[in-house]
């Protein structure tokens, strides 16, 4: 794996310093997010930052010239005096004006960019997502991963930005105070910045101390939130309300609230804790200065003007370098929690390289040559040596036991996994060398656990098809091919009806209409020589079911046809008959022949056909 050259700068660092400074590497990579998000916002943005570092000490200085014309215009019985007074407090009237114009600007804009940006940036998640293997999904590190950017990621990068340029602004601020400050001592500007590093370093620390507790307890974040989801979701209701399962759950939900919470409360009473002790710090340093510039007022050392503006400077000057380090500790902190998104985005992702888009023996079908594959994590083979060979316009049928490998071979054939070892050929060429998206348009798939979107009924059989997901003539033809035209055409609106119970209007269909709807959805592919059906039919009863099978044949005599079915009155229509075990083929034939054989699908059917008797 490639590994990121460190910066030259850094290179002759201690490796703890050069690893505290290596997390600022995200702040570039935030700017330019945001820039190329909105560029007249980010300069509007930076402008008036300027204008707001430039203003204050303006402001002071101005304090100052009032002060002392008044002090002078008291004194002088000159109507000129008066009229200079006047003019510096008009003058300071409108420089307060634009500083609180600058301020209130600055505010719209990060407004206006927080919006845009964390639209942009879970965009940014999402269309990660889309390029991202089955097995991402099924790794709970990398879901953690996904699951801390989305939480946090969206806010962050303004968040940096916004600290940046408030660091730009507290800096413009330092140096026009800076300069005031040194007419009366270098050491007051010793004194001010020395007050605040405890602060810094103490918030600096318990920002990366928050930073280690929000990574850590992630799988137990997320596992309140399914908590949630299971007490407050209608798809769950019934289950948990038939199994009184709501005050367990609770108390699972607020037993986990509590751990986090017992951290979370140690870590802010301590912040806290340190946070003031530090701060009377910086308290006690600005009423030492205080009592230095009015001793030399008192001794006349110093104008009464001179005074207000050294008292003001030092005021703000320590609230203002205390911001910026605390600006510096919140980019440290920003950057922990971006590192959360870069490295989701950075995820390594195996692109298809396959370009074929025909195979090297049209018509040869689809074949399994010594195929095997186990599931990350797992020491036990989902499949083991499996060989197989489905002609065009063979119809195969798969049985065998929970966990035999049905599901995984179809997976595999899907492309959602890659084999280990052995070989799927589609035409005589390796699956691995198609296209992907050709592929996969060939294949019209019906899992077990389809998908019930929240859609309307035409767009819920539309999406087997996203070219035509909104074509009603082809909605027509598929729902008719599923057998699901009938029941449609008598709901309220149709294909229009709104399905599922989140949005106002849903209805809800029966287990044996919405495996329908599914059928369906596999009919949109027009160009589909293969279909893929596991159990489409749990939901119906056994006549509905012999009637959809019935009509299948009739209408996929031209296709390849791979069914999973645990009734064996309809794997029997089958041309072929795969029995598997333990990720191994133990049978294969048609019905009658593996009935001669008298092994495991002859007991399976006896015993299934017994049931019915």
């Known amino acids: 794996m490639h590994r990121r050259k460190k910066p030259k700068s850094l290179r002759f660092l201690p490796h703890s310093l050069r690893q505290s400074f290596s997390v600022f590497r995200y702040s570039g990579r935030a700017l330019g997010l945001v820039w190329t998000t909105s560029h007249k916002l980010t300069i509007a943005l930076a402008i008036l930052t300027v204008i707001a570092g430039l203003l204050p000490a303006a402001i002071a200085y101005i304090g100052k010239l009032i002060v002392d014309s008044v002090v002078l215009a008291a004194n002088s019985e000159l109507t000129s005096h008066r009229m200079t007074a006047f003019g510096y407090v008009g003058l300071e009237a409108i420089a307060v004006m634009l500083l609180a114009a600058s301020q209130r600007g600055q505010t719209v804009c990060q407004s206006l960019l927080r919006v845009l940006l964390g639209q942009r940036v879970n965009v940014l998640i999402l269309e990660k997502a889309l390029t991202l293997d089955l097995p991402h999904f099924e790794d709970s590190e990398l879901y953690d991963k996904m699951t801390q950017a989305r939480r946090e990621a969206s ?17 413009l601020s330092l140096v026009t105070y800076g300069g005031l400050l040194l007419n009366f001592s270098t050491w007051a500007v010793a004194v001010l910045v020395i007050a605040a590093i405890p602060p810094f370093i103490a918030e600096t620390r318990f920002a990366g101390e928050a930073f280690r507790l929000f990574k850590w307890r992630s799988p137990e974040t997320r596992q309140q939130h399914y908590l949630e989801t299971l007490i407050a979701r209608e798809d769950y209701a019934k289950e948990v309300q038939l199994y009184q399962l709501g005050s367990t759950m609770l108390q699972r939900y607020h037993d986990t609230f509590n751990r986090l919470y017992q951290e979370d409360r140690d870590l802010t009473i301590r912040r806290g804790f340190w946070g003031y002790l530090l701060g009377l710090l910086s308290t006690l340093t600005f009423y ?6 009015v001793v030399e007022t ?8 001179d005074m207000t503006m050294y008292l003001i400077i030092f005021r703000q000057g320590q609230s203002t370098f205390a911001s910026v380090l605390t600006s510096v500790g919140g980019m440290y902190e920003d950057n922990l929690y971006l590192s959360n998104l870069y490295e989701f985005l950075e995820q390594d992702v195996s692109l298809p390289q396959g370009k074929a888009t025909r195979g090297i023996i049209p018509g040869d079908g689809i074949r399994f040559d010594n195929v095997f594959f186990t599931y990350p994590g797992s020491l036990k083979p989902a499949l083991n040596g499996v060989s197989l060979h489905l002609q065009p316009g063979e119809k195969l049928a798969i049985v065998g036991e929970n966990g035999s490998g049905k599901t995984t071979l179809i997976k595999l054939l899907t492309r959602l996994y890659v084999p280990d070892s052995g070989r799927i050929l589609l035409d005589g060429l390796e699956l691995r060398e198609w296209d992907i998206e050709i592929l996969r348009q060939r294949i019209g798939v019906i899992f077990q ?11 819920n059989v539309g999406v087997g098809d996203v070219n035509h997901l909104n074509d009603q003539p082809s909605w027509k033809s598929a729902a008719e091919k599923g057998m699901a035209l009938p029941f449609i055409e008598s709901m309220p609106e149709g294909f229009s009806t709104q399905l599922g119970r989140w949005f106002r209007g849903g209805q809800e269909l029966s287990g044996g209409q919405w495996q329908k709807i599914a059928l369906s959805r596999a009919f949109m592919r027009t160009g589909a020589d293969i279909l893929v059906l596991d159990e489409p039919t749990a939901a119906m009863d056994a006549e509905a079911e012999v009637q959809v099978f019935n009509h299948f044949r009739t209408i996929t005599q031209s296709q390849m046809v791979i069914l999973i079915s645990h009734r064996f009155s309809t794997v029997r229509m089958a041309d072929k008959i795969v029995v598997m075990a333990g990720g191994e083929i133990t049978e294969q034939g048609t019905h009658e022949e593996l009935l001669q054989l008298e092994g495991r699908y002859a007991r399976l059917f006896s015993l299934q056909a017994a049931g019915y008797q």
């Open 288 to 293: 030492a200065a205080y009592l230095w510039i």
């Open 449 to 459: 656990d389809f998908v019930r979107y929240q859609f309307t009924v035409g767009e």
């Open 298 to 305: 008192i001794v006349g050392r110093i104008s009464l003007g």
């Open 155 to 171: 806010s962050r990068p303004l968040s940096l930005v916004t600290r940046t340029f408030g660091l730009v602004r507290d800096g």
